[in-house]
């Protein structure tokens, strides 16, 4: 007697010789195999579809689970890098590009400047945090035009800036900041018109032949921050 399963599995062919004394005849039959099998075959087909289904669900919330850990994490790193109310990067963000331009850059000279604010508590004091976070918003849009290629800036909070800036020699950088100063001082949206804003800076310029992250050359430039000559504007 042959065997033979059809359709997947689902059918069995049976092939049975009826002897020389039937004229070699054979009996040929088709069964269903749940026929023959009974529960157990649809026991089995409910057990496996089942495993398959749990599967496919398995393999879906591992993709969903893998797309939600993605996403949050871009949210983290804009939320770290990016400043989204002014549109520009944070200190961290600031260090991590400046860190990539530094090395792109290599035979180009460059400073690390803090652009501060003076009295800025006193600006929100006086005048609310919306008209400071208008100050803010001035004095980005001035570092952002004044950018070139190469350079960057970033936000550090306290009303005071990070910028990494091209300089040719300490007199071009310092006529610079003269520019970056005098645009600012044009700010005179303040309720009594007379307030007028004045920033310092704290320099450090980069030393091309030493090895140190952009982190490292902000941490120099707030040491700046406590000299004299910058306490006096």
């Not at 997947?8 to 054979?26: E, I, R």
């Not at 945090?129 to 190469?150: P, Q």
């Not at 800036?161 to 303040?190: M, N, V």
Request: proline share 0%; glycine share 10%.
């Amino acid at each position: 007697e042959m065997l033979v399963k059809l359709d997947s599995g689902k059918y069995v062919l049976t092939v049975s010789p009826l002897g020389a004394g039937n004229g070699n005849m054979f009996l040929v039959g088709l069964y269903s195999v749940q026929t023959l099998c009974g529960t157990g075959y649809s026991l089995m087909n409910t057990i496996w579809g089942t495993l398959v289904l749990l599967g496919v669900i398995l393999l879906l919330f591992v993709t969903w689970f893998l797309l939600d850990r993605l996403r949050v994490s871009r949210q983290i790193r804009q939320i770290t890098l990016l400043n989204k109310e002014l549109n520009c990067f944070t200190e961290l963000g600031f260090e991590k590009e400046a860190d990539e331009l530094l090395n792109r850059y290599r035979t180009s000279r460059f400073a690390v400047i803090i652009l501060k604010t003076n009295n800025f508590s006193y600006i929100t004091e006086r005048f609310g945090e919306s008209k400071s976070r208008d100050v803010l918003r001035y004095i980005c849009g001035i570092c952002t035009n004044a950018m070139t290629l190469g350079e960057t800036f970033g936000y550090m909070g306290e009303g005071a800036f990070l910028l990494l800036l091209h300089f040719k020699d300490r007199k071009a950088l310092e006529g610079r900041l003269i520019g970056f100063h005098s645009k600012i001082l044009q700010y005179s949206d303040f309720a009594d018109g007379e307030y007028k804003i004045s920033v310092s800076y704290s320099v450090y310029e980069v030393e091309r032949d030493q090895h140190q992250s952009a982190a490292r050359m902000v941490e120099k430039a707030k040491l700046v921050e406590g000299n004299a000559t910058v306490q006096r504007g």
